[in-house]
């Protein structure tokens, strides 16, 4: 197995042009064509991270959060990420993040913490706008099956759970080739009417130019026609946060000590019970306040996170139950989460999870 065999598979699920403008995930050290002998899952990459790996004969660490974030200018181990670099570096082990790609893809670090606390109907919180394309094309009408076909396979033609969508129209196309074209149809120097197809798909926009590619393959003819739009539609599929439905509604002050039990947290920091039910909870694993009035908007009894700080508790205003479980406890199930998207592909190579708890937060 190569390095680049397990980005292809963690980046088909949280592919990296979701990531923040901000983050650093990716392949930080080593190069794509390494052979790996093992993965190691982390919530956190740091010293002790590497030893694990180094003892477990792991060339590979997958953590969620980018050991180097901002730039680095010297490496002489005078702080843990410089220490950390030298060591994996030395040690001919690669590091990989995948950060916020994986925050803001359904079925990802919320999502995840949901499905642990038993939600129902979970959608993403905060959905992002302008990651969509429109394509259109115009084809021979008896190869609009087979180009069609294509750009479905290249990643085109998804809107929320339906694959294969498209908007079809015949019409007549023209064109006349000079001296330099071979027309597949029609003959050069002549003006030429073809029955012809109008394609029009939607695709997420980072694969824009594999769909056009793969189009122009299937497409018969020398010169492709077709349009890219960029849309500023929403998309429902990418963004920050869940928000989903308990089965059965239950009391505040059992369902946060519920929180603290399943999140394994040795303390829930909440603002005051507002003396009704639980139903809806929204949450954002990690830093998530900047997404209280999402959770409000969404009408959620409960937003559940970490991070916040004391004056944005009173930003709660008594419309919703903030609930800071901790940073890392919030998150501590992306490893798990990391482990089956491997798993599920390579059931046989050898990726463990980390043993180590990195958080650096104690509670006394
Ligand atoms: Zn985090």
Request: with cysteine; charged share 25%.
């Amino acid at each position: 197995m190569l390095v680049k065999e397990i980005i292809t598979i963690i980046e088909a699920f949280a592919p990296l042009a979701f990531q923040e403008s901000y983050d650093n995930s990716g392949l930080i050290v080593g190069q794509e064509n390494d052979e790996v002998t093992g993965v190691l899952i982390s919530l956190d990459c740091v010293e002790e991270i590497l030893e694990e790996a180094i003892a477990k004969n792991c060339n590979m660490i997958i953590s969620h959060h980018p050991i180097v974030f901002s730039g680095l200018k010297k490496f002489n181990g005078n702080n843990y990420i410089e220490r950390t670099i030298i060591k994996a570096i030395k040690n001919n082990i690669a590091i990989y993040a995948v950060h916020t790609n994986i925050d803001n893809v359904k079925n990802g670090v919320s999502f995840k913490i949901a499905e642990k606390i038993g939600l129902k109907n979970c959608s993403i919180l905060q959905p992002k706008d302008n990651l969509l394309s429109k394509i259109v094309t115009y084809c021979p009408k008896e190869s609009a099956d087979k180009v069609r076909a294509a750009m479905f396979n290249a990643g085109a033609g998804s809107i929320g759970d339906y694959s294969e969508c498209s908007f079809n129209v015949d019409g007549v196309g023209t064109f006349k080739g000079d001296e330099n074209t071979n027309p597949v149809v029609g003959k050069v120097g002549e003006l030429h009417l073809e029955n012809e197809s109008k394609i029009e798909t939607v695709v997420p926009s980072h694969l824009v130019n594999h769909v056009v590619t793969s189009l122009k393959l299937a497409h018969p003819y020398e010169e492709v026609a077709y349009d890219v739009f960029n849309l500023q539609n929403r998309y429902a599929n990418v963004g920050s946060g869940v928000v989903g439905e308990l089965i059965i509604e239950e009391e505040e002050l059992s369902f946060l000590k519920r929180l603290k039990k399943d999140l394994k947290t040795d303390c829930v920091r909440h603002t005051k019970l507002l003396d009704k039910k639980v139903k809806k909870v929204a949450i954002c694993g990690g830093s998530g306040s900047f997404l209280l009035n999402n959770a409000i908007a969404a009408q959620a009894d409960v937003f559940i996170t970490g991070d916040f700080k004391y004056h944005q508790f009173f930003d709660s205003e008594n419309k919703i139950i903030i609930a800071d479980v901790g940073h890392y406890e919030s998150e501590q199930y992306t490893s798990e989460l990391i482990y089956e998207i491997l798993n599920e592909k390579f059931p046989n190579f050898a990726v463990s999870l980390t043993e180590n708890n990195t958080n650096p937060v104690n509670y006394l």
